[in-house]
């Protein structure tokens, strides 16, 4: 049987935001009691809580929103490569060992151990030239373990500004404490939110057989 790795971190309250950002809170519209046969809850959240799908809407005034992106980027085969403890920026070197024909999804885990329960603001992001070189290999959508690609006090957005012209997708705040080196299929669908910059999403990877 193929085997699941869940690369998805807890949306809950305290879950960690982006500072200024809206943090995760739930109330309960309805509860079960008597003449009330169901709980209700109701959501407030950023899109960028948790495991989530940028848009280019995000980093593009003129940009696609997430409804509207086509959901093949965020499902097929992709490599883990470990860059753990590299940064601030990981460059090419900390890849060039796991490169040799790369599928067309890379996500890449700096933590030993991602903080689920904190905000990091020395978190790792991509160097710009290391998503061009992913970009001229033909790499379609790239993840990180972290909260942004961009360095958490970056006004220009510079590694957003590179995916914003190559075309590519990217996937944030991924937990791949788990996950050894290798190839695997992902699974990371975002939601149908129409007008929306980013989305959640449910972040899997199953092993290739």
């Known amino acids: 049987m193929p085997r699941l790795w869940d690369i ?35 959501l407030t959240l950023s899109p960028h809580v948790g495991a989530h799908a940028d848009a280019p809407l995000h980093y593009d005034p003129q940009g696609v929103p997430v409804g509207a992106l086509d959901l093949e980027p965020y499902l097929g085969r992709c490599r883990v490569i470990h ?50 070189r992913l970009a001229d290999l033909g790499v379609r959508l790239v993840g990180i373990d972290t909260a942004s690609i961009d360095p958490a006090e970056s006004k220009t957005l510079d590694s957003h500004q590179v995916i914003r012209r190559r075309g590519l997708r990217v996937l944030e705040n991924l937990v791949l404490d788990a996950v050894p080196e290798g190839d695997y299929e992902l699974i990371a669908l975002p939601l149908k939110l129409m007008a929306a910059d980013a989305s959640p999403v449910r972040a899997v990877l199953r092993s290739l057989p």
Not at 22 to 40: F, K, L, S
């Open 83 to 132: 860059a753990i403890g590299r940064g601030p920026l990981v460059t090419w070197d900390d890849l060039a060992h796991a490169v040799q024909d790369l599928p067309a999804r890379v996500l890449v885990r700096t933590y030993e151990r991602a903080p689920v329960d904190r905000w990091d603001p020395q978190l790792a992001a991509y160097a710009p030239q290391t998503l061009e």
């Open 8 to 42: 998805s971190p807890p949306v809950q309250e305290g879950a960690p935001v982006f500072p200024g950002d809206t943090p995760y809170r739930q109330q309960w519209a309805a509860q079960i009691a008597p003449g009330c046969p169901v709980n209700v809850s109701t």
